[in-house]
Every structure is written in C-alpha cells, then in structure tokens.
C-alpha cells in the first residue's frame, strides 16, 4: 500500500514561490510516475505535471510551464514541485497521486490512472 503525504503549501502573494512535497512510502518498483493535480473550488480537478520514476522528461500543462519545476529524490521517494512566479489562478488544492499503469507522458494527465493520492494540501495566491 503507498501512501502520499504532501507538504509546503500556504499563503503567498502574487509573483511568490512555494514548494510542495510529496513524499511515498510503500512504493514499490512497478510504481511508473508520480503526478500532481489541483482542484480549485467550483472546478474539476485539473492535471498540473508529472514525472517518471525511472528517468525521462517531466511534463507539465501549458499553464505552468516555465514556471513550475518538478524534481524526485528516488533515495527518500520525495517529488517536489517548485512553482514560482505564482498566480491567483493558481490558488487551489493539490493533490500528488502515484501510477504504475500510465507509462509514459500519453497518459499522464488522465487522473483515473493514478491508484494512490495524497490528502491534498492547500495553496492560496492573493492578488
């Protein structure tokens, strides 16, 4: 069983930065990627970024490239998602989630993929 447990969030001011972690435990090898979602209020959930395990490109929405940055350190099983020069449309819950059966950039944002998630954690931008 893995389990998701994010952490970083908070209050920033428009143009700020924060990072989220997201640190797995139980992970095991078929584990293929870890992704990284948000909901803001009266909206569906949205695909932010993800990033393979094993190696290889990290994806992100259009909407945060160039300003979100997601990396691993597969010795703790932690992804961190930078995200700078942040937003109001960016405040929202976050959510990182683990796959083992999208393997590859194809898939990454269908969330019904993902088999674990965190318990979400909050980030509010104010303008």
């Known amino acids: 069983q893995v389990q998701l447990v994010e952490s970083g969030g908070g209050m920033v001011q428009a143009g700020g930065s924060l990072r989220l972690s997201c640190a797995a435990s139980g992970r095991t090898f078929s584990s293929s990627a870890m992704g990284w979602f948000r909901q803001a209020p009266g909206k569906e959930r949205e695909f932010v970024a993800a990033?393979?395990?094993?190696?290889?490109?990290?994806y992100y929405i259009d909407s945060v490239k160039g300003r979100f940055t997601l990396s691993r350190d597969n010795a703790k099983n932690t992804v961190y998602l930078q995200m700078n020069s942040l937003k109001p449309e960016d405040t929202a819950l976050y959510y990182c989630?683990?796959?083992?059966?999208?393997?590859?950039?194809?898939?990454?944002?269908?969330?019904?993929?993902?088999?674990?998630w965190g318990q979400g954690i909050q980030v509010t931008v104010s303008s």
């Open positions: 990033i393979p395990w094993s190696g290889g490109r990290t």
């Open positions: 989630a683990d796959t083992a059966r999208c393997l590859d950039y194809t898939c990454y944002a269908l969330g019904e993929l993902y088999d674990y």
